[in-house]
Structures are given as structure tokens and as C-alpha cells.
């Protein structure tokens, strides 16, 4: 791993980037999220969930009011926050973890950062074509961590990681236009994102040369379709193909796993860690 990078936050919460693979719990609090959908958008649940994934070792908690599954259709900011404001005050209050939220909207991740969320996670990676520059610009203003995943909408690639390379470039300059510190760049390939199957094993079979790349970088995996696909089996069952391009991915130098089942892929990561003697786990 690169040097490691500590954030810490007005509220007291800190995170350390880089010592040993961090764990981001993901909770969908939608109704049509593609593997969890409805189980934890009620406050109880979530708040529940909340409580399961720290106990679980989790390090962030990742909360997003707006389905990403494939084929989604977008709703307005307006939509975005009337979910999210049933949830992320509450969430933020309870959680001894910092939360971050996924979303591209730039007025969403405005009320989100005013309420004292932690992290941003935009899947289009500061360069939603509505909203140019606006989200930078928002991470800025807070001076938080920003994830900036790789997403595109055709799958017409070149060379598909050198064009990966110049979308990070392109998103790295609207983010130094903006005032956005390096150190809170986080990088993402956006595994299922613009990408079809053999897309995406490709990705994954090239992680070192986003790693490469000096800032860390963050897997997301978790039950997707590639899986599915390679497996033969249905969402609710991807749990260990998710952990092994997790360990692929820790191996490759990733910093953060971005995943639904927090306690065993925690546990796979901290045996890939220690294999990597970047963390002391276990016995000596």
C-alpha cells in the first residue's frame, strides 16, 4: 500500500487510509437497490444494519437514498433528499464510524455534508454531465474525502485502461479546479459501471496499474453481476466470489472494499493483509 493518510473530522471521528484494508459497509436505505432493496429503509432497520456492520468490522458506513443498480433511472435531487433526510441525521448521531454518501447530485451531497456526513461517493466521479464541476466543489467547500469512481455511459472503449486513466485525469483536474485537497482523492474503478463481463475481469486482471496511480484506490464488487455470471448463482448468494476479488484486490495494492457482508470479507481481507505484511493479525 501507499503511505498511509489519516482523516479526521470536526465531530471527533478519524480514519486512517493506508495501514491496513479498510472496510466500507454499504446501506441501501431504497426500496429497489439490485440486492438488498427494501430490507433496511425503514429508521429501525437501518439504524440496526447500522449497528450489525460496526459490530462486523466495519470502518465506514456508506448510506445511499438512490438506487445505482443497472438500468436505473435517476431521480431528482428533490426525491434523493426527501429519502435521505429520513435517515442520515439519525444515522450520523448513532454511528461511531464515519458515514459517507453516495450520490452524484451536487445539492444532495450539499445537505449531506451540512449535516455532518463525512465522505463523498459519486459514482461519475465529479463529472455528472448536469452538474460540471459542482460536486467538486462541494467536496472542497467541506474539505472531505471524495470517491471518484470511473463510469461512463457506452462501453466503447480503446485501450479500456488507459481510457480509465485519462476519465481520472480529466476528474483530477476538475478537482484541483476546484480547490479539492490530493489527499482527499480517492480513486475507483467502477467495477459494473460502464463496463460489460469481459470489461470488467479486465479491470480487475489490471488493478496494479490503478494502484499504480498515487492515490488509493477503492474495490466495489459486492454481489455483482460479473459474479453472478462466472458462478451461476442468484445476488443472495455472490458472498464468496465477492471475497475473492476482494483478496485479488488487496493483493493489487486496493485500500478500501466497498462490500454488503461486512464480517467475512473483513476476515478475508485481514488474513490477505497479513499475508502482505501490512497489518499484524493472529498469532505470531
Known amino acids: 500500500m501507499k503511505s ?28 429497489d ?31 445511499g437514498a438512490e438506487s445505482s443498480r443497472p438500468g436505473f433511472v435517476p431521480v431528482n435531487a428533490a426525491e434523493e433528499l426527501s429519502v435521505l433526510a429520513e435517515f442520515l441525521p439519525e444515522i450520523i ?11 452524484f447530485k451536487a445539492e444532495t451531497a450539499e445537505w449531506a455534508m451540512g449535516e455532518g456526513a463525512h465522505m463523498m461517493n459519486d459514482i461519475w466521479g465529479l463529472q455528472y454531465n448536469e452538474e460540471p464541476g459542482r460536486m467538486a466543489a462541494v467536496a472542497a467547500k467541506y ?8 463510469n461512463r455511459d457506452n462501453t466503447n472503449y480503446g485501450d479500456i485502461i488507459t481510457d480509465m486513466k485519462n476519465f481520472f485525469a480529466k476528474s483530477l483536474q476538475i478537482a484541483e479546479d476546484a480547490g479539492v485537497r490530493r489527499e482527499n482523492i480517492i480513486l475507483d474503478p467502477g467495477i459494473g459501471f460502464g463496463k460489460v463481463f469481459e ?28 459474479l453472478g455470471r ?10 464468496e466470489g465477492t471475497g475473492a476479488t476482494c483478496v485479488a484486490g488487496v493483493l493489487a495494492g486496493c485500500a478500501i472494499m466497498r462490500v454488503h457482508d461486512v464480517k467475512p470479507i473483513a476476515r478475508m481481507c485481514c488474513v490477505a493483509d497479513e499475508l502482505l505484511g501490512t497489518c499484524e493479525h493472529g498469532i505470531q
Not at 6 to 20: I, P
Not at 96 to 103: E, G, K, N, Y
Not at 209 to 216: F, G, N, Q, R, W
Open 4 to 31: 498511509s493518510i489519516t482523516y479526521t473530522w470536526r465531530d471527533g471521528k478519524n480514519l486512517t487510509v493506508g495501514e491496513r484494508t479498510l472496510i466500507m459497509g454499504i446501506l441501501n436505505v431504497t426500496a
Open 33 to 63: 437497490s439490485f440486492s438488498d432493496g427494501g430490507k433496511w429503509n425503514t429508521l429501525d432497520k437501518a439504524l440496526y444494519h447500522m449497528e450489525e456492520m460496526v459490530r462486523d468490522g466495519a470502518d465506514i458506513i456508506d448510506i
Open 93 to 103: 448521531r448513532n454511528c461511531p464510524l464515519p458515514v459517507s454518501v453516495d450520490t
Open 199 to 226: 470489461q470488467n475481469l479486465h479491470v480487475l486482471r489490471h488493478l496494479d496499474e490503478i494502484t499504480a496511480l498515487p492515490y488509493p484506490v477503492l474495490l466495489g464488487t459486492s454481489r455483482k453481476g460479473f
Open 230 to 239: 462466472i458462478l451461476d448463482l442468484p445476488v443472495t448468494e455472490r458472498m
Open 143 to 150: 474539505d472531505v474525502p471524495v470517491v471518484i469512481m470511473h
